[in-house]
């Protein structure tokens, strides 16, 4: 009975139809185990770099940079990681099913847990480094396996039901992660956490089987089967090729791209707030609180408004929640940069993004080909991400060399307001062509 009367209340809180609730709950459980592990990682590789190179310093080419420059070299370096993952993922989602990719890629970065985990409680340059993209690694494929799947396996209609609960898992996993990590932070070495890590990608596989056995009738066809009949392109053009040749896949690299811009000018200005105001470990601690809140935040943001605003105003309106936000943390830090003002804007930016922007740019795919789903997506979460985080890189070293006090970080919050506006109308045009499509499903 009481099992029962959950249920009920689950079912209409997300407006989840029965049928379609034993893989709503298998992908919440999925994306939890995912996001679970990204939160642990982070606030370890992005705690580590930063102390590192804090107490260390790097210098390049005769040139000295700060902890939060050595960062943004390690996002542009990114870029070049990021698609030789376009190229491998495009490659495999030609021969394998849904939950393959995961048995793939979690057995790859179970034996990177156990390389690294030798070498993470004494690092060197090359830890730190390897380490930092290796986290990034991590997100831009088990994250983009996650949505190709998700997306491939849901209509258009379910998906606006669908993905608030969904999307849940995601911020649930972002909360207990960070405050496992925040609880447990100077007790545990950082090489225990991977042995942790090791556990969870065992049931990221585990429930990713059980998932595919779930994948509603009414969905498109499995990728593989679809791909067998369409001629195969070239692994590492192939993507391209589907966004360029579609105006609402355009829209969506806008939407992406404007993001990932955005979000590395805002993540520098935070980390470099923290570098400026604190000094050795506080600054993993600090890391470590604010990312705690920021799954709060996107907690209670999944839970009260996601669905909420996805199914009675549509997902034009879902998509411009975060804009709004961040419009509203720069400016407050561009009057005042404070070490909480800078925590409030980090905290807006990934609190929302997390939430309900995730679920609403997911949300996006859906009306869309499998061939697009896996390749076009994997391009634009891959590589469009980690070009647009390289642009975000280059202007904000520009400016910290252009200004070289502290308070002249704040003045890239008026780049980030007019690169607002673009972003603004990207997703205008998405939403409406998304009920577009969502009429002629």
């Known amino acids: ?9 689950l079912l209409a809180s997300f407006q989840v139809q029965r049928d379609e609730l034993p893989l709503a709950l298998l992908m919440f459980s999925y994306f939890f185990l995912v996001i679970t592990s990204f939160w642990i990682l982070k606030p370890i590789k992005k705690g580590l770099f930063i102390e590192y190179y804090d107490q260390n310093g790097f210098s390049l080419l005769g040139t000295l940079y700060s902890a939060s420059q050595a960062e943004l070299l390690a996002k542009m370096l990114n870029m070049l990681v990021a698609f030789a993952a376009v190229v491998v993922f495009t490659q495999l989602s030609r021969q394998f099913r849904r939950q393959q990719l995961t048995y793939l890629f979690s057995l790859f970065f179970i034996a990177c847990y156990l ?16 380490f930092y993209l290796f986290g990034d ?28 609960l969904v999307g849940l ?13 925040s609880a447990n932070v100077s007790i545990m070495p950082s090489s225990g956490w991977l042995w942790v890590c090791i556990g969870v990608a065992v ?19 499995v990728m593989p089967a679809e791909a067998a009949k369409a001629p195969a392109g070239n ?9 360029f040749s579609s105006y609402y896949l355009l829209s969506i690299v806008a939407i992406v791209g404007l993001y990932e811009i955005i979000s590395t000018i805002i993540d520098f200005q935070f980390t470099s707030t923290v570098a400026h105001y604190l000094d050795g470990p506080e600054i993993g601690r600090h890391f470590a609180t604010v990312f705690t809140i920021t799954n709060w935040v996107s907690l209670f943001v999944q839970l009260f408004l996601t669905s909420f605003i996805m199914t009675r105003f549509g997902l034009g309106v879902a998509l411009l929640v ?26 807006a930016d990934n609190g929302f993004s997390y939430s309900i922007n995730q679920s609403s740019k997911e949300a996006l795919y859906v009306p869309t080909t499998a061939a697009e789903k896996y390749r076009a997506k994997a391009f634009i979460d891959m590589f469009v991400q980690r070009f647009a985080k ?11 060399f252009l200004f070289k006090d502290f308070s002249s970080i704040r003045y890239l919050g008026l780049l980030t307001l007019v690169l607002l506006v673009i972003w603004v109308f990207a997703a205008r045009y998405a939403g409406r062509k998304f009920a577009e499509l969502e009429q002629a499903d």
């Not at 009975?1 to 209340?9: E, I, P, Q, R, S």
């Not at 390389?115 to 390897?130: A, K, N, R």
């Open 1 to 9: 009975m009481v099992a029962d009367n959950l249920t009920k209340k």
């Open 390 to 400: 390289a642009i975000a890189v280059l202007i904000s070293l520009g400016i910290t």
């Open 203 to 221: 049931l990221i596989m585990i429930v990713a089987g059980a998932a595919g056995r779930r994948v509603l009738v009414s969905a498109q066809p």
């Open 137 to 164: 690694l991590f997100s831009t494929l088990m994250v983009a396996t996650f949505f190709a799947f998700l997306n491939d396996s849901v209509t258009p209609d379910a998906a606006k039901r669908l993905y608030g």
């Open 235 to 243: 692994a590492a053009t192939e993507g391209a090729r589907l966004v």
């Open 115 to 130: 390389f690294f985990g030798q070498w993470l409680d004494e690092p060197g340059d090359l830890t730190v480094w390897s």
């Open 169 to 181: 898992g995601g911020v649930c996993g972002g909360v207990f992660g960070t405050s496992v990590v």
């Open 322 to 347: 975060l804009p709004a936000m961040i419009a509203l943390g720069s400016s407050a830090f561009l009057v005042f940069p404070a070490l909480w003002v800078g925590s409030m804007l980090s905290t």
